[in-house]
């Protein structure tokens, strides 16, 4: 009964660094195209997207494996979720958890939560390159009045 435990912890232990390397960071982008070549997809298409463009596609059948990541800003490499101001997001709740709760925050000129009327951020929507699925889209912000000085001017779509 040890030995099963101990091999079953030590097979969690062995799959967790893969599961982890799959989020970043990486290297370089050339790093990241390695990984993604030696990852078994069970025989889907496999798309890989730095910044919304495309950095590797693999031919398959079935539902497509498409992944999404950034060159994080801070200079930390190449990730699925950098949560920094300057950097590409998934998902606008990615963007969004970076303010504080009181921030009125706008997704492409909407209103996205309400909050203070003199502390705003603007998010907006960006497309990058074809996947499987259509449009890879990502979000930047746009401008950013956080009332401690003057207003961040953004970021452009990459």
Request: hydrophobic fraction near 35%; aromatic fraction near 16%.
């Amino acid at each position: 009964m040890k030995s099963f435990l101990a091999a079953i912890v030590l097979s969690m232990a062995v799959a967790t660094p893969a599961l982890a390397q799959e989020e970043g960071p990486f290297a370089t982008t050339d790093a990241l195209v390695t990984y993604w070549m030696a990852q078994n997809t069970n025989g889907a298409t496999t798309q890989i997207y730095v910044n919304g463009k495309q950095v590797y596609q693999r031919a398959g059948f079935g539902s497509a494996v498409v992944r999404q990541y950034f060159k994080c800003y801070n200079g930390s490499g190449i990730k699925a979720v950098c949560n920094n101001i300057f950097d590409g997001y998934s998902e606008v709740s990615g963007a969004v958890s970076t303010f504080s709760s009181g921030l009125t925050v706008y997704l492409d000129g909407v209103l996205y939560r309400s909050g203070s009327p003199y502390y705003s951020a603007h998010i907006k929507t960006c497309y990058g390159d074809t996947s499987y699925y259509g449009a890879v889209t990502y979000y930047i912000v746009a401008s950013m009045n956080n009332g401690f000085g003057p207003a961040y001017p953004g970021n452009s779509c990459f």
